[in-house]
């Protein structure tokens, strides 16, 4: 595991960080690694959260009260995301052919969900989902040099059937066959 991944977090109980950290430095030290004392930290997640390759980690309560450790896309994610597709759906790509933006931003939205489709990722799907659909709908209106009704001219059905946009799943249940 280390010999790929020189970062990673350990998610212990309350009062007993030492301990892990402890276990993980015994096994870093039978493989012959090194153990940074520099870049760790002990964080108490109840009260402050981390953020970790792209994901924010905080201890949250269910529904039932039960605490748990509630991993989703940062607002950072979310925004590189965004430009991403921007990129893709701007006044200079205007020109293209539909079905060809349309594959590119489907290869965008599919990348970037595929990697934050792990941990509690329903809600923000949710509103990059919007945020991409309602990014190519105006694109298309547009396009097609529309002056009003934005929302009738394309509707998520059309921009899915007709144009074929590969939506963010509507919740973290899914796979990629």
């Known amino acids: 595991m280390v010999r790929y991944a020189d970062d990673f977090v350990v998610l212990s109980p309350p009062g007993r960080s030492a301990e892990a950290r402890q276990e993980i430095e015994g096994w870093l030290e039978s493989r012959g690694l090194e153990f ?15 953020r970790f ?4 980690v ?19 994610s979310c925004q590189a995301l965004r430009e991403k597709v921007r990129g893709v ?14 594959r590119e931003v489907n290869a965008v939205a599919r990348g970037w969900s595929g ?7 329903a809600g923000v799907f949710g509103k990059m989902r919007y945020w991409t659909s309602n990014r190519l709908r ?33 919740s973290a249940a899914w796979t990629t066959a």
């Open 36 to 50: 940074n004392t520099r870049k760790t930290r002990t964080v108490n997640l109840t009260q402050e959260g981390i």
């Open 53 to 56: 390759l792209g994901f924010g």
């Open 58 to 76: 905080k201890v949250r309560r269910s529904r039932h009260g039960r605490p748990y450790a509630h991993v989703e896309a940062t607002g950072e």
């Open 89 to 102: 759906l701007n006044h200079r790509t205007q020109w293209r052919a539909i079905g060809e933006v349309v």
């Open 115 to 121: 990697y934050f489709h792990y941990g509690h990722s």
């Open 138 to 170: 105006r694109w298309l209106w547009r396009k097609h040099g529309c002056r009003g009704g934005l929302h009738k001219h394309s509707t998520q059905d059309q921009l899915e059937e007709r144009h074929g946009l590969w939506s963010l799943p509507r």
